[in-house]
């Protein structure tokens, strides 16, 4: 199965990365002063808000060179001209995969994607420790994903936390009733509903369909996964979702502006 090779890889480089970098080397430097201060100092980007309007649709656009399921997206992979791209055209926020193996992400692209843009920022990756939190408040994410169905309620509940004290979002990701309980009783303040099956990588866009109605009222959600159509994402709005993201469609667009458009239902041009 993909998505157990996927987490023997993450753990093994994150063992490697322990050993280069100790947690409390880590812990340190996040909390240094000078590192703390230029957080503090630097422009809120509240992920959470920037998703929650509910006046417009909000797209969470994703910069992954590759993907388990489609192989090697785009070969022209640019992530800062992309990322402007997605601020150009009207994206609510960033997601930025961080995996290397699979899809072809690095944790660096955070930090340089920060320079060229003024929206939060995603840190998309298979997290399940303490360890990758630290990682991203150094990296300078204003966000990161958890995947209810990899953790325990505890350990959800104990990330999210530190989440908070770090001044970062948790996005909870879900996949089942039984995920959304376990994600709503660690505390989420922020779902995610993925549409693709993690063990077969098949996309159902009824999976969200059916999980939205147990969602309480002034949680946000995230429809993620298998979104390609402006209708689609009216469909879901018109069932109080406002928040999408979309990343393989628009990585495989040969006009990045003009499919975002398109799924905002605007017109716009990409300035030369």
Same mark, same amino acid.
């Given at each position: 199965m993909i998505l157990n090779e996927i987490i023997v890889h993450k753990k093994k480089d994150l063992e490697e990365l322990k050993t280069r970098f100790p947690l409390h080397r880590l812990r340190e430097a996040v909390e240094h002063s000078e590192h703390r201060e230029r957080r503090e100092a630097r422009p809120i980007r509240p992920f959470r808000k920037a998703v929650s309007n509910s006046a417009q649709l909000n797209l969470i656009c994703e910069l992954k060179k590759a993907s388990p399921s489609e192989g090697i997206l785009r070969e022209d992979f640019q992530p800062l001209r992309i990322a402007s791209m997605f601020e150009y055209a009207g994206a609510a926020a960033i997601s930025v995969l961080t995996e290397s193996h699979y899809f072809k992400g690095r944790p660096s692209y955070l930090k340089t994607v920060r320079q060229v843009t003024h929206i939060p920022l995603l840190r998309k990756d298979f997290i399940f420790e303490t360890y990758q939190l630290y990682e991203t408040a150094l990296l300078?994410?204003?966000?990161? /994903?958890?995947?209810?169905? #990899? #953790?325990?309620?505890?350990? $959800? !509940? =104990? #990330?999210?936390?530190?989440? !908070?004290?770090?001044? $970062?979002?948790? $996005?909870?990701? *879900?996949?089942?009733?039984?995920? $959304?309980? %376990?994600? /709503?009783?660690? @505390?989420?303040?922020?779902? @995610?509903? =993925? =549409?693709?099956?993690? %063990?077969?990588?098949? *996309?159902?866009?009824?999976?969200?369909? %059916?999980l939205i109605p147990h969602i309480p009222k002034g949680i946000p959600v995230v429809v993620e996964s298998g979104l390609t159509r402006h209708e689609e994402l009216m469909e879901y709005k018109s069932l109080g979702i406002h928040a999408f993201l979309v990343g393989t469609c628009i990585m495989k667009s040969e006009d990045i502006v003009a499919k975002i458009c398109e799924l905002l239902g605007k017109d716009k041009k990409w300035r030369r």
């Open positions: 300078e994410a204003d966000a990161f /994903l958890l995947i209810a169905s #990899l #953790l325990t309620e505890s350990e $959800l !509940r =104990n #990330l999210i936390s530190l989440g !908070r004290d770090l001044t $970062l979002d948790a $996005l909870v990701e *879900v996949h089942s009733e039984e995920d $959304l309980k %376990k994600a /709503l009783a660690a @505390g989420a303040d922020l779902i @995610g509903i =993925n =549409n693709r099956d993690l %063990k077969t990588l098949e *996309v159902d866009p009824e999976r969200a369909k %059916k």
